[in-house]
């Protein structure tokens, strides 16, 4: 299906490896839960393969795992609210990326340098400016977060088609 294999190449570009964002989509485009055979049928992916990226989407909140009255396989279904999907990747790329760099950052602005002045005066700009920049695009992405649970902002969007 095109859209599977869409989804698996923007979630490359993002950094997410490709045969997790396939099993993403095809969990998307499955209103109920899908066992293990089913996925790795569907996309020909090994057992192993589909295995991890399934706990991996689980750890990224996207999936969950159930468990069917009288069935012995697991099945693993998506989360399907788009605006919730979009801010649980917000969120895990937020901890996942942004933290260790301001992290960093911290620590890098309450460490005296040697070196030339001119050197550690350009050294010191630019930690500042990197976490200055870091720290706006975490409010943004806040903002994002929270505009989706926002019914002015619903409204809005809608006004504007």
Same mark, same amino acid.
């Given at each position: 299906?095109?859209?599977?294999? =869409?989804?698996? /190449? #923007?979630? @490359?570009?993002?950094?997410?490896?490709? /045969?997790? !964002?396939?099993?993403?989509?095809?969990?998307?485009?499955?209103?109920?839960?899908?066992?293990?055979? =089913?996925?790795?049928?569907?996309? *020909?992916?090994? $057992?192993?393969?589909?295995?991890?990226?399934? $706990?991996?989407?689980?750890?990224?909140?996207?999936? /969950?795992?159930?468990?069917?009255?009288?069935? $012995? *396989?697991?099945?693993?279904? %998506?989360?399907?609210?788009?605006? @919730?999907? !979009?801010?649980?990747?917000?969120?895990? $790329?937020?901890?996942?990326?942004?933290?260790?760099?301001?992290? &960093?950052?911290?620590?890098?602005?309450? =460490?005296?340098?040697?070196?030339?002045?001119?050197?550690?005066?350009?050294?010191?700009?630019?930690?500042?400016?990197?976490? %200055?920049?870091? @720290?706006?695009?975490?409010?943004?992405?806040?903002?994002? #977060?929270?505009? !989706?649970?926002?019914?002015?902002?619903?409204?809005?969007?809608?006004? &504007?088609?």
């Amino acid at each position: 299906m095109e859209f599977i294999q =869409t989804w698996g /190449s #923007v979630g @490359s570009a993002w950094g997410i490896p490709r /045969s997790m !964002a396939q099993i993403h989509a095809l969990l998307l485009v499955h209103q109920e839960g899908l066992d293990t055979e =089913t996925v790795m049928e569907e996309i *020909k992916l090994s $057992r192993g393969n589909v295995n991890i990226n399934l $706990r991996e989407l689980i750890n990224w909140g996207l999936v /969950s795992k159930q468990n069917i009255l009288g069935e $012995r *396989k697991e099945f693993f279904k %998506a989360e399907h609210q788009i605006w @919730s999907v !979009a801010k649980q990747i917000i969120q895990e $790329r937020k901890k996942r990326e942004f933290v260790p760099i301001q992290n &960093l950052l911290i620590e890098l602005k309450n =460490t005296k340098f040697e070196g030339g002045k001119e050197e550690v005066a350009h050294f010191n700009k630019l930690v500042k400016d990197l976490d %200055a920049f870091l @720290s706006q695009m975490d409010q943004l992405s806040e903002l994002l #977060v929270k505009m !989706a649970d926002n019914r002015f902002f619903n409204q809005f969007i809608k006004l &504007l088609k």
